[in-house]
């Protein structure tokens, strides 16, 4: 063929247009014997991801493709999807996972797939959360949030307190006997807080409750007692004086290295971000225990395969290798993802003395708050509804705003952004 | 790449007899060729986002599943949105923060730069460095100075019995060290352009003036300002649209979080609430109405801006003196009248 000019034109006009397009890539992402799989920074371990990328176990021919995605996360796997091309074959959720019901379509359902049969190795309430109201399980369970009471032994050994993890069990079992150990707290040791900001009690205290923000049925229960007394603890934490009004991160990771933050209701992760990262030179003066309140739970994370996806059994073959209860005793170790399948918790890996913690043996703690905790049904419209709240707890902390008012303003909020996006 | 037998003996052909008279289209069609890319990109990169955004503006809309219209739902949502109109608030109050002592300042360091006799190159490039540095680190610089428990300024300020000030909690200071970032980066960039617009000015008008025994200040304001006044609208028109577009700052300082505007929404510009609307919260419509909101205001802005600063010259002076005539004789008849009343 010899080229001509308008040839030449013609197949560059056509190869523009079809890079820009895009055409001729509608699918899912990577080679034909690849998996393509989406997770931000730190959500798995680099070791067992190392090993699918070599061969997924079961499925010689494929290997794993993996992308850790820096920022934004989100907001890039809904542009994935949008685009409905170049769409990864696997994506992580996070525990705004409810958030993608709506888009159910979008997924495979993994009971089609097999997950039955693994059903029973989980915590029941972490599966439920991957399932959808219409009972497609969209998501199958990674890491979990369990939550307790972190606190340096050192401030307490100073205010005369009983350091022996169990005592101090005993002696905050509720919220009130909290504060009041506080106020013992900040009298010995002047500037003592057990909470950073009043977000974080609000938080924790509401990932210990029952139920949030929606029924199944679709109702908003936001405006009830339970919610309303969750507000008024954080409120009473900061009129007491016991927050430290630290809002952004730098004060955050502040307050733990001055050791003004004595106690703090933490999820288990918070261990590596906070202490360990922001004050190495507390090491042996934390304790951890059962927090006040009773179990709870926040964070963790899931694992979805796309409708998009080249091979789905091998899909499900590689994520029920990922999340079986031995693997996600290795991803404890690093990076300290909490496991979900209670069979980890015996682990020797899991179960070994932390000396960051006095040789406390931390897992426990974790595991029993993980099994005890009642399970909530997480709602579509959640962080909708979480954000207006959290906004005012803010104004109330850091401005002095009326709390009746804050409150009465966020729910106002609420009713109207939830009116919008037509939830109520 | 093979040339075709037809093109190629084209400049000989002129002098043959017989051809046709030359289509118009196909002679420019090189030419349309070689300026096509630009637009073939610009429509795809640059006009159909554009189009696009307002065809989204008219639906409801969470980026993956269906989208539906809801016509003028979003716009009118958006104007009963307190929280819409707190970012209007915030984004003006940060802009003014921000533009009135930038531009100020730029003058006189333009000023200083130009009467500059020694090391003029090195203090060009020391002004305009700030502004070739990523925004995201020296926000990230600025938010260890501001930190409210920890941050240098707070300690400079205790250190000389001030007290601390809450930068990051308080809405002033929220407004204040945004502003400051903002500041501190755009100055020398609007400096470089007043010294072009400086040297510019011809010599013999100083002289001249110097020769009338005009002291520096007189010189200052009655020539230099008056003659860059085309420059100064420049600025004042790229400087609010840049000031209305205030955004990585506000996000950087308090995070990637759904609270992207700090503690009561103080630091929540409008292109943040289009962000949060659009990425965070996942309403691509109401989103996209945002951002014809704030299109809408730009070009407000920027006529308003025309009005003050720019805007004809000659047909400005007459009217302005015709009105303080007016206002002299309204001046004497009012005192006149309060005399008869006496």
């Known amino acids: 063929m010899t080229l001509s000019r308008r040839k030449f034109l013609a197949a560059g006009t056509a190869a523009a247009a079809a890079g820009l397009t895009g055409c001729g ?90 997950a039955k049969d693994l059903e029973q190795d989980f915590l029941p309430w972490k599966w439920k959360w991957g399932v959808t109201p219409q009972g497609k399980m969209m998501a199958y369970p990674m890491d979990t949030g369990p939550t307790a009471l972190f606190y340096r032994t050192d401030i307490f050994t100073k205010a005369g307190i009983d350091i022996d993890p169990a005592a101090v069990a005993g002696l905050a079992p509720d919220w009130d006997t909290f504060i009041a150990l506080g106020k013992k707290l900040k009298q010995a040791v002047p500037g003592s807080s057990i909470t950073d900001n009043i977000t974080s009690i609000y938080g924790y205290r509401m990932a210990q409750l029952p139920k949030k923000y929606m029924t199944k049925e679709g109702q908003y229960i936001g405006d009830q007692d339970h919610v309303r007394q969750s507000f008024d603890l954080a409120v009473r934490v900061v009129k007491e004086g016991l927050s430290a009004n630290a809002q952004n991160s730098t004060d955050k990771n502040a307050v733990v290295t001055n050791g003004k933050l004595v106690a703090y209701n933490g999820a288990v992760w918070w261990a590596q971000l906070g202490p360990k990262n922001a004050a190495p030179k507390t090491k042996g003066l934390w304790r951890v225990t059962a927090a006040p309140g009773g179990a709870g739970n926040k964070g963790g994370s899931f694992l979805a395969i796309t409708k998009y996806c080249k091979n789905p059994q091998a899909a499900f073959a590689l994520i029920s290798w990922l999340e079986s209860a031995k693997n996600q005793a290795q991803a404890f170790l690093d990076p300290v993802l909490f496991p979900s399948t209670p069979a980890s918790y015996t682990d020797s890996r899991l179960s070994a003395p932390d000396p960051f913690f006095g040789g406390q043996k931390i897992v426990d703690v974790f595991a029993d708050s993980a099994k005890k905790y009642p399970g909530a049904y997480f709602s579509p419209y959640d962080s909708i509804i979480d954000t207006p709240i959290g906004a005012e707890l803010v104004n109330i902390e850091a401005s002095g705003k009326n709390p009746d008012q804050a409150w009465a303003d966020a729910q106002h909020q609420v009713q109207r952004e939830l009116s919008r996006v037509g939830a109520i | 790449m093979a040339v075709t037998s037809k093109a190629a003996p084209a400049a000989v052909a002129t002098t043959a007899a017989d051809d046709k008279p030359p289509n118009k289209y196909r002679q420019a069609l090189p030419q349309y060729t070689a300026v096509a890319p630009f637009f073939i990109l610009f429509a795809i990169f640059g006009a159909f986002p554009v189009l696009f955004s307002i065809w989204i503006s008219f639906h409801s809309w969470d980026g993956i599943g269906q989208m539906k219209w809801v016509g003028l739902e979003q716009y009118h949502y958006l104007l009963t949105d307190a929280t819409f109109w707190k970012t209007i608030g915030n984004t003006l109050i940060i802009w003014v923060l921000s533009t009135v002592p930038m531009l100020l300042l730029a003058l006189v360091i333009a000023n200083a730069l130009h009467n500059a006799t020694r090391l003029r190159t090195f203090y060009r490039i020391a002004y305009f460095v700030p502004n070739v540095t990523s925004v995201v680190a020296i926000t990230l610089v600025f938010g260890s100075i501001f930190s409210n428990n920890f941050g240098l300024l707070n300690a400079f300020l205790q250190s000389i019995g001030l007290g601390k000030v809450e930068w990051l909690t308080s809405p002033w200071g929220i407004k204040i060290a945004i502003a400051t970032i903002v500041t501190w980066r755009w100055v020398g960039y609007n400096a470089i352009i007043y010294l072009a617009g400086l040297q510019a000015i011809s010599a013999d008008v100083y002289e001249a003036a110097k020769v009338d025994g005009a002291s520096p200040r007189q010189t200052f304001w009655r020539i230099t300002v008056p003659m860059l006044r085309p420059v100064i609208l420049f600025t004042a028109v790229t400087s609010t649209i840049g000031g209305l577009q205030i955004f990585t700052e506000s996000r950087v300082l308090f995070g990637d979080t759904s609270s992207i505007g700090g503690p009561g929404d103080a630091g929540l510009t409008i292109v943040s609430y289009l962000y949060q609307s659009a990425f965070i919260k996942n309403q691509f419509g109401y989103g996209a109405a945002i951002g014809w909101a704030l299109f809408v205001l730009i070009v407000l802005f920027s006529i308003i801006n025309w009005r003050l600063i720019g805007g004809n010259d000659e047909e400005r002076l007459t009217r302005r003196a015709a009105r303080r005539v007016e206002r002299r004789i309204a001046a004497q008849n009012a005192k006149k009248e309060a005399a008869d009343v006496r």
């Open chain 1, 25 to 114: 890539s509608v699918g899912s992402l990577g080679g034909k014997n690849e998996l393509s799989m989406w997770t931000w920074v730190g959500s798995v371990n680099d070791g067992l991801i190392g090993q699918a990328e070599k061969a997924i176990p079961g499925y010689d021919g494929m290997k794993l493709a993996m992308t850790r995605i820096g920022s934004n996360y989100k907001t890039k796997v809904l542009t994935a999807l949008a685009g409905k091309s170049l769409v990864p074959d696997i994506v992580a959720i996070n525990d705004d996972v409810a958030t993608y019901f709506p888009n159910a379509d979008q997924f495979h359902d993994l009971y089609e797939l097999g």
